[in-house]
């Protein structure tokens, strides 16, 4: 089980975006890495083509290590540490360590 998922709400902890959330938009499990929307951004010289007719700089955003992300907590939205259990229907759930809700 990921720590992170999709549509999560995370909180970068180390580097030049620290202290900024977002949501995640896309994991990449083979390398431990998530693109998290409006952070990380980069700007990529582009060629003409039939997509960008102009050319010119476009600003994408970059992967950050999972390592480097925690989750906030839905209740007071602040990061968190969580746990997973299995209830009793079977389901895997993800808890928060500080306030005891479902992630």
Known sequence: MLR?????????????????TGKVVRIFPQ????IVENLNIIKRAVKKSDT???GGYVEKERPIALANLM???????RPTRFQSRVLKDGAKVRIAKKTGETI
């Open 52 to 54: 960008f007719p102009q």
């Open 71 to 77: 989750l906030l907590d839905k209740k007071d939205n």
């Open 31 to 34: 390398t431990n890495t998530a």
């Open 4 to 20: 992170i998922k999709k549509d999560d709400q995370v909180m970068v902890m180390v580097g030049k975006e620290k202290g900024k």
